[in-house]
C-alpha cells in the first residue's frame, strides 16, 4: 500500500534529521556552547547564539504538551484519515516535537502522559517519528 500524504523534502538538517529517523534513532541539535537542545533543525542557538553544534540522540521519552482533533481535513490527502490528531509531545530534553499516537485514541488523551517515539519506515526513503504510550 503506498503512502499518500505530504512527506518532508529532503534537504540540509531536514534530510539529516529523517536520515537519523530512518536508522530508527531520534536525534536533535544540542549546541556545544550552551548544551541547549533544538528542534526544528536549524544553524544558530537561540540561547546563546553559537553556531556549533552536534546532532545527538535523544531518549526517546517525552509527555503530552498538546494536541487538537482535526475534524474536517486541511489537504485533500488527509480526507480518509479524518478526524486525526496532530500533537505535540515535550521531549524530556526539552524541545517539543509535533507527531501522531500510534496506539491511543484522541478521547484517551491525557496532559502530561508519558510516551516514547516508535518509527514508522512510511516509504523506502522516510521514516516518521510517531509515538506510543510509555508503560
Ligand atoms: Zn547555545
Known sequence: MSYTKPLPTLAGHTEDFYGWCKKHELRFQQCTGCGAWRHVPRELCAECGSWDWEWMRSSGRGTVFTWTVAERPLHPAFADAA???????????GVRIVSEMVDCPHDQLVIDMPVEVVFDDVTPEITLPKFRRAG
Not at 478526524?83 to 530534553?93: L, Q
Open 83 to 93: 478526524p486525526y490528531t496532530p500533537i505535540v509531545i515535550a521531549m524530556e530534553e
